[in-house]
């Protein structure tokens, strides 16, 4: 009997084993390969008419273009809060500040080393550009500047789109936007005693100065 058993199990062992071998040797198709089975002869496949693959249903239009009807919208589409700035203000350093630099003035070290200068956000043109152009720039590119669609997600982008507007506004505030006692422009922040505030508790080695202080 418990021969029996062992037999049946070990029979069900291999017809579970050839289904997985049967499977792992199945016809199938390289990436990008030719065929001869479809009449354009390629192996990738367009997607169905009328169909929308999983996770790329993009019904609001103004999230994914900052576009209405064609042109620059001027509103954020979700809340800009103290989190929205900083994530912008974190991917902003990564993926821009190489070329427009952190300040947005567009010194950033790639254009010292010969690329062509991005210009300033803080020119009245871009002051006054609405919210959904400078999403569109991230989107499509503009001129010799790349688009950052594959680096930046949407609402990333928008998080960079909030930053950017609060760079303008620090870089253009008059005495009317700060609390009474402080000076325009602000003076520019000095090493100061080790935490102070704008440094931290142990002094770092001179080498390591970043001059991100406010970070
Ligand atoms: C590799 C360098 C580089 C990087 C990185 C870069 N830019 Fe630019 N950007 C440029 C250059 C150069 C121009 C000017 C392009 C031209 O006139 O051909 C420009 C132009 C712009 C403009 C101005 C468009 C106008 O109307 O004048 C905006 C806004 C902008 N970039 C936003 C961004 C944002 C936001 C990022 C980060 C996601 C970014 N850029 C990253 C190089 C860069």
Redesign the pocket.
């Known amino acids: 009997m418990a021969n029996l058993r062992k037999f049946f199990g070990l029979g069900l062992l291999l017809v579970l084993a050839g289904c997985r071998q049967e499977m792992y040797d199945q016809s199938r198709m390289k990436p990008l390969a030719q065929s001869d089975f479809y009449s354009d002869l390629r192996t990738a496949r367009p997607q169905v008419e009328g169909t929308v693959a999983r996770g790329q249903l993009r019904e609001d239009e103004y999230f994914y273009t900052g576009k209405i009807g064609g042109n620059p919208g001027d509103y954020m589409p979700f809340p800009v809060t103290e989190e929205v700035l900083a994530r912008g203000h974190e991917?902003?350093n990564i993926?821009?500040?190489?070329?427009?630099s952190r300040l947005g003035d567009?010194n950033?070290m790639?254009?010292q080393r010969g690329?062509?200068?991005?210009?300033t956000?803080h020119q009245d043109?871009?002051r006054k550009?609405p919210l959904g152009?400078?999403f569109d720039?991230?989107t499509n590119g503009?001129?010799?500047?790349?688009d950052?669609t594959a680096?930046?997600a949407p609402r990333d982008?928008w998080c960079?789109?909030a930053y950017?507007r609060a760079l303008q506004l620090s870089q253009n505030a008059t005495q009317a936007d700060i609390a009474a006692g402080e000076k325009v422009p602000s003076p520019s922040l000095k090493f100061k005693e080790p935490g102070s505030g704008a440094t931290p508790a142990t002094p770092l080695p001179e080498s390591s100065y970043t001059g991100d202080e406010q970070k």
């Open positions: 991917r902003f993926y821009c500040a190489p070329c427009h567009g950033g790639v254009p690329f062509k200068h991005p210009p956000y043109r871009l550009a152009y400078f720039v991230m503009f001129g010799v500047m790349p950052y680096q930046i982008r960079i789109v950017i």
